[in-house]
């Protein structure tokens, strides 16, 4: 199983990115994923998730700017991030489940940093 994470980089405070969080795996199909990010010298915390409904759910400090979708046919989910600010600085995670049967197993992709400059 492979999940490739892209999308981060350095931006300027107000400006957008967006996330993909792909699964590259034969027979699987994406059933929830959670995103979190971690800072330098914090913990690692729960920034949005999608339910293999499509339901979603965010955290508070993110909540009204960023947007998780999902694409099922690409096994792809996004995080698209607006109005972004320094402290939306960190390394961004996508935690996917993945679904085969009645089998779940969840995967962690590597890791995508955002830097935003004020």
């Known amino acids: 199983v492979q999940l490739q994470a892209s999308g981060g980089g350095l931006v300027q405070a107000g400006e957008s990115l967006r996330l993909s969080c792909a699964a590259s795996v034969s027979g699987f199909t994406i059933n929830a994923v959670v995103w979190y990010r971690q800072a330098p010298g914090k913990q690692r915390e729960f920034v949005a998730s999608i339910s293999s409904g499509g339901s979603t759910n965010y955290a508070d400090s993110v909540e009204g700017r960023f947007t998780t979708s999902r694409d099922n046919a690409n096994n792809t989910v996004y995080l698209q991030m607006n109005s972004l600010k320094p402290e939306d600085t960190a390394v961004y995670y996508c935690?996917?489940?993945?679904?085969?049967?009645?089998?779940?197993?969840?995967?962690w992709g590597q890791g995508t940093q955002v830097t935003v400059s004020s």
């Open positions: 935690n996917v489940v993945l679904k085969r049967g009645l089998i779940l197993n969840t995967y």
